[in-house]
Nanobody
Framework: QVQLVESGGGLVQPGGSLRLSCAAS????????MSWYRQTPGKERELVAT????????TYTNSMKGRFTISRDNAKNTVYLQMNSLKPEDTAVYYC?????????WGQGTQVTVSS
């Protein structure tokens, strides 16, 4: 079965960095685009970034552009999110996502808290 397991979240000071990882299994990882989303209480889940199958194409939500970098290692079935210059408003639970039509699959999420 499809499994997505995120890791790497934690508490970081404003201006700091974190790298999130998502280990995938149960499907042919290299054949699917992967995405990161985030969610704060009371708000809808928000797309952060998407990466194409081979990693040559990436897209970002405007507020993350230039600060976040999505990447993938198809040999390790893992997608990453490097987050730099973190702001308190980046505090959220971050989720890994893959769409295997017609269904979306999600990991359990990893909490990122940006606070001094």
């Amino acid at each position: 079965q499809v499994q997505l397991v995120e890791s790497g979240g934690g508490l970081v000071q404003p201006g700091g960095s974190l790298r999130l990882s998502c280990a995938a299994s149960g499907f042919t990882f290299s054949s699917y685009a992967m995405s990161w989303y985030r969610q704060t209480p009371g708000k809808e889940r928000e797309l952060v970034a998407t990466i194409s199958t081979a990693g040559f194409s990436t897209t970002y939500t405007n507020s993350m552009k230039g600060r976040f970098t999505i990447s993938r290692d198809n040999a390790k079935n893992t997608v990453y999110l490097q987050m730099n210059s973190l702001k308190p408003e980046d505090t959220a639970v971050y989720y890994c996502n893959v769409r295997l039509f017609p269904r979306n699959y999600w990991g359990q999420g990893t909490q990122v808290t940006v606070s001094s």
